[in-house]
């Protein structure tokens, strides 16, 4: 699902719900020969092989359309959808008019989509603002192409093959996917802004939390008297109690007891807690640890207790996950208990 997430660019506050009801208009044939080809198609008895193949392709029409304040019909069918010359099938609810967004743009939006009629991924359960850069489209008839379609403030529903989306666009394996189902988008576009202007505001704020997170760091380190020198990596290592057992190796499993905070002091994680020690296996601790906590092992002996210092660079660095700001750096106090051969 994560993946699926493929929107994972750029994260500040969400604010604005769009409020939608329902609308249904209804597709006409546009000519004798399309009902001519159809009649055949029945005759012959053969199923498209998408709901999307089962469209006719209409042009989208703007002007003197009006604002239509619907949230998107599930017709299983999609039949009040139209459909683009790429094979998009499209529906708008709130329809502006001006330019386009480019794939020069940045855009804030509210989307939910669906696998058939399964919802997928909501921003609604988003914190903060959820931003997207607009980029080409990946396969004719995407998700992107609908985007392209729409204005700030529009909003509208586009329903592609699954397949294509899976495998091109999100770049997953489409087990269990059939040729006949798709997925739905319902978007609503809250605003825009140029790409390059949000690339420099985005590389401002980095760099300032950045700074922030050395400070951090530099001030937690005189404010306790830490005078150890870092390794070259960055890690720096406090002796607690020393410990006169083996020394831990690649490879080994050994099991710890551990206290982890934020150089703030906030609470990480801790087995003390529940006081059941946690068995890890070094050189591949998986990435719910700060990376540094490997480097950090390696330097104990069993019996030892040792408190590390694990800057941002040596733990997630820019990434920002819960409970965990960007550029944070991290204080775990270990002891070694056991190494398991």
């Known amino acids: 699902m994560k993946k699926v997430l493929f929107f994972v660019c750029l994260l500040f506050s969400l604010n604005v719900i769009v409020s939608c009801q ?20 029945n005759n012959n008895s053969k199923a498209p092989a998408s709901k999307i193949d089962s469209q006719k392709n209409e042009p989208l029409v703007i002007n003197n359309m009006k604002a239509i304040n619907n949230r998107p019909t599930n017709d299983e069918n999609y039949s009040d959808f139209k459909k683009s010359k790429n094979g998009l099938l499209y529906k708008f609810h709130r329809l502006n008019e001006g ?16 696998l058939n009629d399964s919802l997928l991924f909501t921003s609604s359960t988003y914190p903060k603002q959820f931003k997207v850069p607009v980029e080409k489209p990946v396969f004719k008839g995407d998700f992107y192409e609908g985007i392209l379609m729409m204005h700030p403030g529009d909003s509208a529903s586009f329903v592609v093959r699954a397949d294509s989306t899976y495998i091109k666009l999100w770049k997953l394996p489409a087990n269990n996917i059939k040729p006949s ?13 140029d790409r390059v202007a949000f690339g420099q505001k985005l590389y401002e704020k980095k760099k300032t939390e950045a700074d922030k997170s050395r400070t951090d760091l530099q001030v937690y380190l005189h404010d306790n008297d830490i005078v150890e020198r870092p390794r070259p990596s960055g890690l720096i290592v406090v002796p607690i109690i020393k410990g006169y057992g083996p020394k831990a190796t690649s490879d080994d499993k050994v099991r710890v007891h551990y206290t982890a905070t934020l150089i703030d002091g906030r609470p990480y994680k801790s087995t003390r807690t529940q006081n ?33 210092i694990i800057p941002s660079h040596l733990a997630f660095g820019q990434e920002e996950r819960a409970g965990v700001p960007p550029f944070a750096n991290f204080v775990y106090e270990v002891e070694l208990l056991e190494i398991i051969k």
């Open 22 to 41: 329902n609308n249904n208009t209804s597709v006409k044939t546009t000519t004798q020969q399309n009902k001519d080809v159809q009649n055949k198609e």
């Open 99 to 114: 330019p386009t967004v480019t794939n020069m743009d940045v855009i804030e939006i509210e989307m939910d989509y669906f």
């Open 181 to 193: 189902d798709v997925v739905r988008f319902d978007i609503s576009i809250v605003s825009k802004e």
């Open 276 to 308: 059941v020690p946690e068995i890890l296996t070094l050189s591949n601790l998986g990435k719910e640890y700060p990376r540094g906590l490997d480097e950090a092992l390696h330097q104990m002996r069993v019996g030892d207790v040792t408190k590390f």
